[in-house]
C-alpha cells in the first residue's frame, strides 16, 4: 500500500494545476501572553514576530508547488499595503504572479492571527466581500482561458468573498469539461448550484450540513446529506472532510467510502482544507482512483494539521508519513541518515528537539515526558542508549527490553518523529549531528550540571529541563511486579 501511495506522489512532480479563487494575506503575529491587562480582563500579547504567507487559494497553490507540481495562481489582489507584502511573499515563495491581477477598487484580504505558545488568541479579518465586476470577471476569465488546455488539472477554492462568481464558477466548469481535466472545489456558502458538473466537492462536515439543511446526528444522516449534495452538484463525487472521523467519499456510482483520521497530534487546523484540495486534485491529475486521491489527501491533511498557523506541506513530509504509517521501524535513523536528514528539515524552517534515555520499560511517566518535550519545537528526536550502555549505567540485568525492541516502541508514539541508537556514555556526539534548537532533560537537573550544555550551546541550542512525573519510572515499576509476583 505504501509503495503504490508513493509512486502516485511521485507522479505529481511536474503536473501543472490551475488555481483560481478567493487569495489573500495570511499575517501571524508570534506572541508570548504572561499576564493579564489591567484595562480589561485580557491577555497582553507581547509580540516576539510577525510573519507573512499567502492564504486562501494562494495556499492551495502554495501546497502545490510543495508537493511538487507548478500552480497557476489566477485572482485578484488589492494596489494596498497588504497587496504589497503579498506580492513580495508570493514571489520569495517562487509562485508566479503574473495572473494576478492588481485592482485599484477592491482591497486585498488580510486575516490577521495572534498567537501564544503554539495556541490561537484572536483572528482579526479586513475584508470586502463584495461580488466582483463583470469586466474584472472577464479579465479572469481570459487567462483562464489561455491556462486550462496546457493544465493537468483545475481547483477552484472559493473563501465566500466575491472572486468566485456563479458566473465564473460555471465558465471555468465548462472550460475544464471541455478540455477532459480534472476539476474539484472547496466550496462556501449555502447554494452549492454554482458548482454544478464539477467532478468532485471537498466541503467540511459543518460545511456540508449547511448547504444541504440538514445534521448529521447518525450515520443514515450523513448519507443523506452526501446523497443531497451529490444531487445537486451533479459531481462525480463528494468528499466530506470530518476532523477526527476522517474523511467520506460518496461517488455518483458506487459504494460510500470512509477512510479513518491518521492518529496525529493535532497542533493547528488552519489551512488543513487547502491541503487536502491539492493533494486530492493532483492525485486525480495523474489518473490515481478516488480511493488513492483521497487517502492521499488523508495523510497530507495530517501533516499539515501537526504544524502551527497557515503552512504548506512539503513531498517529503507526505512520503515520509506515508512511510511510517505503515512501517513505524522507518522512523529509525542511522547517524548518516540524520546527517542527511536535519539539514533538510533546518531548511523547511523545523524546530528540531532532542533527547535522550534508556527508555526501558516504556511507563506513563516517559509518555507525558516526550509529549511535553514534542511541545516545544516540531521535530523531536531520541537517542536511545543501546543495550552495552545501558549496562554501563543502571548495571545487570538491564536492560530489561533490548535496544531494536525500545527503539520500534518509541517509533510508534505519535509524537516521536525519529529514533537513533547510541553507544558512547554520553549523547555530545549525537548533539554534533542533530543540532538541535531545544535539548531536552527530565528531572532536577540545573543546566549547568549538564555535561552536554556546552555542546548543545556551541551549536545555537538550548536547554530546557522537564520535570519528571513523580513515583513513575522503570526501577519502581519492576519493584512493584517483583512485590506482587513475591
Known amino acids: 500500500m505504501t509503495e503504490t501511495l508513493r509512486k502516485i506522489v511521485n507522479r505529481f512532480q511536474g503536473k501543472k494545476v490551475l488555481v483560481f479563487g478567493d487569495l489573500m494575506l495570511d499575517e501571524h503575529i508570534w506572541s508570548k501572553v504572561s499576564r493579564i491587562s489591567p484595562e480589561a480582563p485580557v491577555p497582553i500579547a507581547e509580540v516576539e514576530n510577525i510573519t507573512h504567507v499567502p492564504g486562501g487559494c494562494g495556499n492551495v497553490a502554495l501546497n502545490v508547488k510543495t508537493l511538487g507540481a507548478i500552480p497557476y495562481l489566477v485572482s485578484i489582489i488589492g494596489r494596498d499595503s497588504s497587496g504589497e507584502k503579498l506580492k513580495r511573499v508570493i514571489q520569495q515563495l517562487g509562485l508566479d504572479l503574473s495572473h494576478v491581477i492588481i485592482d485599484n477598487t477592491r482591497p ?119 446523497k443531497t449534495l451529490l444531487k445537486e452538484v451533479q459531481s462525480e463525487y463528494v468528499i466530506v472532510t470530518r476532523g477526527k472521523d476522517g474523511i467520506s467519499i460518496f461517488p455518483k456510482k458506487g459504494a460510500i467510502t470512509t477512510l479513518p483520521a491518521v492518529p496525529i497530534e493535532v497542533f493547528d487546523i488552519t489551512g488543513a482544507g487547502d491541503t487536502v484540495i491539492a493533494a486530492l486534485t493532483l492525485g486525480l491529475a495523474v489518473k490515481a482512483n478516488i480511493i488513492e486521491a483521497a487517502t492521499i489527501a488523508n495523510f497530507a491533511a495530517s501533516v499539515a494539521v501537526s504544524k502551527v498557523g497557515t503552512a504548506p506541506v512539503f513531498s517529503a513530509e507526505l512520503e515520509l508519513r506515508l512511510e511510517e504509517r505503515y512501517h513505524p521501524a522507518a522512523k529509525i535513523k542511522s547517524r548518516e541518515e540524520l546527517k542527511n536528514l536535519i539539514p533538510k528539515l533546518k531548511t523547511q524552517g523545523k524546530k528540531i528537539v532532542f533527547t535522550n534515555g534508556c527508555f526501558d520499560i516504556l511507563h506513563l511517566g516517559h509518555i507525558r515526558y516526550l509529549k511535553e518535550a514534542k511541545k516545544l519545537g516540531n521535530i523531536l528526536v531520541i537517542g536511545l542508549n543501546s543495550d552495552s ?24 508514539l505519535e509524537c516521536v518523529d525519529y529514533v537513533t541508537v547510541f553507544e558512547e556514555p554520553t549523547p555530545k556526539e549525537l548533539i554534533s549531528i542533530v543540532k538541535p534548537d531545544i535539548h531536552v532533560k527530565g528531572g532536577d537537573y540545573r543546566v549547568e550540571q549538564l555535561v552536554e550544555a556546552e555542546t548543545v550551546q556551541a551549536h545555537g541550542g538550548r536547554v530546557v529541563v522537564v520535570s519528571q512525573t513523580k513515583g513513575k519510572s522503570t526501577t519502581s515499576l519492576i519493584e512493584k511486579i517483583l512485590r506482587r509476583k513475591g
Open 389 to 412: 550502555s545501558v549496562r554501563k549505567i543502571k548495571g545487570a540485568p538491564r536492560p530489561y527490553v533490548g535496544e531494536e525492541e525500545r527503539a520500534e516502541i518509541l517509533a510508534a
Open 108 to 226: 486585498t484580504i488580510l486575516k490577521s492571527r495572534v498567537i501564544a505558545q503554539h495556541q490561537h488568541v484572536v483572528r482579526v479579518d479586513r475584508e470586502d466581500k463584495t461580488e466582483i465586476s463583470d469586466k474584472q470577471s472577464a479579465a479572469l476569465l481570459k487567462s483562464i482561458k489561455n491556462l486550462i488546455p496546457k493544465c493537468d488539472a483545475v481547483i477552484i477554492s472559493d473563501y465566500g468573498k466575491g472572486i468566485v462568481s456563479t458566473a465564473l464558477c460555471q465558465a471555468v466548469i465548462k472550460l475544464a469539461k471541455q478540455h477532459k481535466k480534472p476539476v474539484t472545489v472547496d466550496p462556501k456558502g449555502f447554494d452549492y448550484r454554482k458548482y454544478k458538473g464539477v467532478t468532485c466537492i471537498t466541503p467540511n462536515l459543518l460545511e456540508a450540513e449547511t448547504a444541504a439543511k440538514k445534521k448529521a446526528a447518525s450515520d443514515r444522516d450523513l448519507e443523506t446529506i452526501g
